[in-house]
Nanobody, 112 residues
Framework: EVQLVESGGGLVQPGGSLRLSCAAS????????MNWVRQAPGKGLEWVSR????????SYADSVKGRFTISRDNAKTTLSLQMNSLKPEDTAVYYC?????RGQGTQVTVSS
């Protein structure tokens, strides 16, 4: 059974940082491309970032480029997202995603 468990969200002030984690199991994580996506209140899913299986090739949405960094630890089957210089518009539920499979998500709220 595929399991994706996100954690690390919370309330942070604008300009602050958070590090999200996703514990993955039940599929070949070390050979899988992984994504982070998010859903802001009242909006659809938005792709945030992608990383290849080896952790070498990454890509980002323009809205987060230069502020967010995706990484992975294949030995621990964990995906991470370091988020810096957070903005109120980053407020959303964040999900790690594998072939449209997502976990329960972790809430990120950026507010003063």
């Amino acid at each position: 059974e595929v399991q994706l468990v996100e954690s690390g969200g919370g309330l942070v002030q604008p300009g602050g940082s958070l590090r999200l984690s996703c514990a993955a199991s039940g599929f070949p994580f070390s050979t899988s491309v992984m994504n982070w996506v998010r859903q802001a209140p009242g909006k659809g899913l938005e792709w945030v970032s992608r990383i290849d299986s080896g952790g070498v090739i990454t890509s980002y949405a323009d809205s987060v480029k230069g502020r967010f960094t995706i990484s992975r630890d294949n030995a621990k089957t964990t995906l991470s997202l370091q988020m810096n210089s957070l903005k109120p518009e980053d407020t959303a539920v964040y999900y790690c995603e594998w072939y449209s499979k997502r976990g329960q998500g972790t809430q990120v709220t950026v507010s003063s």
